[in-house]
């Protein structure tokens, strides 16, 4: 049976059902991928080129960032 | 004439900077920074929209990263260690990109720079390798360590951002100017074209705004009177102005050869 991974994502709350969750699987979930963005997870930044391996455990905290018109 | 602004062993052939918020859209964005002939442009940081912006333009498309030296900014960050985070994520986000714009606030009402913040901001960034564009108040004491700490450029306000005051103190501008060994650029409180051209007269190596553009009835006209205002001033400042003659004309027609 599957597990849910309750994961918090630029300060919401949000459940996966899944057995084994990395950072590239989550990009492709949230229909980010292809987008220009950073991402951290419990203050370390994952680099892109480590999404697949990075696995998300339950309870990690995400922040996904990108560049917005500012001064 | 080559007088190339040079930052962070790189040089650029415009004097002006410009920031990409506040626009109508991304649309008049580009347009104005056509316009202004900017080639660094300043970006913050967000957190995505997840869920509801597949598809939809970003700013990245109309002004992409290969045409611009963008300049992520840490707008919004309070303390030294949000900075830090910021602007290591800004450099996850443009693949390496080191040269960054270093702004920690100190009141949500003035927008003024928390100096001490700053400071420990600026160590740990320059440490890590950033190339530091620091905002910062027009003190000349902290102008000066904050190009000992290693930042590349020191940007003091002219008046407080977003309030288009233009430039209240040129006496503390010019004695950063004239102490300083790395770029000094104007950031904040410009609000029109005399004002920029005012802060190149100085001495200052550039300006940086944002609103004075974005803000005007026509941003565009704007941007392009900026450009224009920011070569003058810097053409003014390297020409070197006459000296001020107090109460004391000089014709400039010959007083020799009048009739009668």
Redesign the interface.
Known sequence: MQHTIQLT???KPRSFDADSFNVAKLVAM???EG??????CN?E?V??SQFVQTQLADGDKL????????? | MSDLLKIANKTYHSRLLVGTGKYQDFAQTRAAIDASGAEIITVAIRRTNIGQTAGEPSLLDFLPPEEFTYLPNTAGCYSADDAVRTLRLARELLDGHQLVKLEVLGDPNTLYPNMIETIAAAKVLVKDGFDVMVYCSDDPIIAKQLEDIGCCAVMPLASLIGSGMGILNPWNLQIIIANANIPVLVDAGVGTASDAAIAMELGCQGVLMNTAIAAARDPVLMASAMKKAVEAGREAYLAGRMPKKLYTASPSSPTAGLIA
Do not use: F, Q, S, T
């Open positions: 994502i630029n300060g949230l229909d980010l987008k220009r963005l950073a991402i951290e203050g930044i680099p892109r922040e996904i960032v990108g560049a917005v018109g500012g001064g």
